[in-house]
C-alpha cells in the first residue's frame, strides 16, 4: 500500500535552475496539497487542490507553480529556483468521504537544497 | 476562519514521566482536531483524531488526547514517556466547511533517559 508517494527525494539546485516536485496517491483522493516545511515555522501550505481540475493558492505560493494532472498526481514547479526555497517539501492528500473529513495523508518529504 | 497554537516549541520530559502537550484551537464551526507525529527525517503520520463522537480520544502508541470546548483545548498526553516517542508534534484543526487543514508550528519532544 504505497499511500502518496513523492520524488525526487533529495534534490541539490543551483539557483536560478528549475525542476518539478512529482507527487502521486493511490487512495483515490479528491484533495491534494504541496506544503514547506522550515526550522522553527511549522508547515506551509503552498498549493492545493480540492479535487482534479482545480488548484488554489496557499500561504506561501510566490515562485511556485503546481499542475493537478489527474486524480492521483499533483505537481509543484519551481521556475527560477532561488536559496529562500531550501527547504522539506511534502505532498499530502485526503477525501471528504472519510470521518472526520480532511485527515491528510503525507509523503516522505523532498529536501531540496538551492545554491 | 480557524486557526491552532502550540504551546511550547520545544518540551523535554523524563522517560517515564508524563507527556502533555498543549493545544488551543480557534473555529467558527464545531471543529475536526488532529494531533500527527513527525519522526525524523520522515513524512507526518496521524496519531489520533477528534470527531465529536467522543471527548476523550485514544491514538496509536498510548497517546491520548481531550476535547474541551469550553477551554477551546485538545492537549495530547501519555502517561509514561519512552524514548521512542521523541518527535515533532502537530495540532491541526478542520471543519465541515473548510476546504483544508491548519497545522500548528508544532512541539518538539525530547525524552531524557
Known amino acids: 500500500n504505497a499511500g502518496v508517494t513523492q520524488t525526487p527525494k533529495f534534490q541539490v539546485l543551483k539557483t536560478g535552475q528549475s525542476m518539478t516536485l512529482q507527487c502521486a496517491q493511490d487512495?483515490?483522493?479528491?484533495?491534494m496539497y504541496w506544503y514547506r516545511q522550515d526550522p522553527g515555522m511549522g508547515l506551509r501550505l503552498i498549493y492545493y487542490?480540492?479535487?482534479?481540475?482545480?488548484?488554489d493558492k496557499g500561504e506561501v505560493p510566490n515562485g511556485y507553480n503546481v499542475s493537478r494532472l489527474n486524480k492521483r498526481e499533483f505537481s509543484l514547479r519551481l521556475e527560477s529556483a532561488a536559496p529562500s526555497q531550501t527547504s522539506v517539501y511534502f505532498c499530502?492528500?485526503?477525501?471528504?468521504?472519510?470521518?472526520?473529513?480532511?485527515?491528510?495523508?503525507f509523503g516522505e518529504g523532498s529536501w531540496l537544497t538551492v545554491v | 476562519a480557524q486557526s491552532v497554537t502550540q504551546l511550547g516549541s520545544h518540551v523535554s520530559v523524563s522517560e517515564g514521566a508524563l507527556v502533555l502537550l498543549r493545544c488551543n484551537y480557534s473555529?467558527?464551526?464545531?471543529?475536526?482536531l488532529f494531533w500527527y507525529v513527525q519522526y525524523p527525517n520522515q513524512g507526518l503520520q496521524l496519531l489520533l483524531k477528534?470527531?465529536?463522537?467522543?471527548?476523550l480520544v485514544k491514538g496509536i502508541n498510548g497517546f491520548e488526547a481531550e476535547f474541551k470546548k469550553s477551554e477551546t483545548s485538545f492537549h495530547l498526553t501519555k502517561p509514561s514517556a519512552h524514548m521512542s516517542d521523541a518527535a515533532e508534534y502537530f495540532c491541526?484543526?478542520?471543519?465541515?466547511?473548510?476546504?483544508?487543514?491548519?497545522f500548528g508550528d508544532g512541539t518538539t519532544l525530547t525524552v531524557k533517559p
Open positions: 487542490s480540492a479535487s482534479e481540475g482545480t488548484t
Open positions: 491541526a484543526v478542520s471543519n465541515t466547511n473548510a476546504g483544508k487543514s491548519t
Open positions: 473555529s467558527s464551526v464545531p471543529p475536526y
Open positions: 477528534y470527531t465529536s463522537a467522543a471527548t
Open positions: 499530502a492528500s485526503s477525501t471528504r468521504q472519510e470521518i472526520p473529513q480532511n485527515t491528510i495523508y
Open positions: 487512495m483515490n483522493h479528491n484533495s
